[in-house]
């Protein structure tokens, strides 16, 4: 299928963008963005090249010791050095997709995440960010994101964890039942869990 080249030949390819079904066009851009530059990130760091490349996906990150976050790309080399290290995401309607969370290797003081409206971001992306940063990530937040019920059940791999915020996710089945699952399998964390109509929460609301 046509959308399935690399963006190489989409770029070497004469084609007529016209010709190209808006998903499918979209699809080649989005993967263009979460390639991965393995040179960049020789040469910046791990933690940079995340930040980067959140940030071109239209979120903004926060590093440890500063208080401002950042998103602005061209700002990213100018508030911080070379040792910098991630602390916080916040996506917001980003177009980050799973290939693109490989950037998280290596990336190992990352504690705060956030990601609201991201229409690409699935279980795939939680089995990345568990592949990378179980040890690490303290507290995370998806709401109204592509996240089933498998993707759920690693959020316990996340060996660190003590708050757990999921909201209004769509392709979750049995809300009630995943809840309990959670509880039970994260007896320390502060998990909120409200979607389809169902509200459940392991902790008080100023908490």
Partial sequence: MAFLMTVKE????PISLSTIPRRNLQWILYSAVNKIDKERIKIIGPDLACAEWL???????K????????EDYNLIGATVGP???LAE?????ATIMSTGFLHFENVKE???LRFKSCGLFDDGCISELVR???KSIKDIAIENCDVTNRGLQLIPSFECLQRLTLIDLPSVKNVDTVYEDL???LPGCNICLTSGGISRRSFPDDA
């Fill in 132 to 134: 990378h940063c179980n």
């Fill in 55 to 61: 940030v071109k996906c239209g979120a903004s990150v």
């Fill in 110 to 112: 990352v504690q705060k």
């Fill in 10 to 13: 989409a770029v070497l390819r």
């Fill in 183 to 185: 509880c039970k399998a």
């Fill in 63 to 70: 590093f440890h010791g500063k208080s401002k976050t950042i």
């Fill in 89 to 93: 995401v916040y996506a917001e309607e």
């Fill in 83 to 85: 040792e910098a290290k």
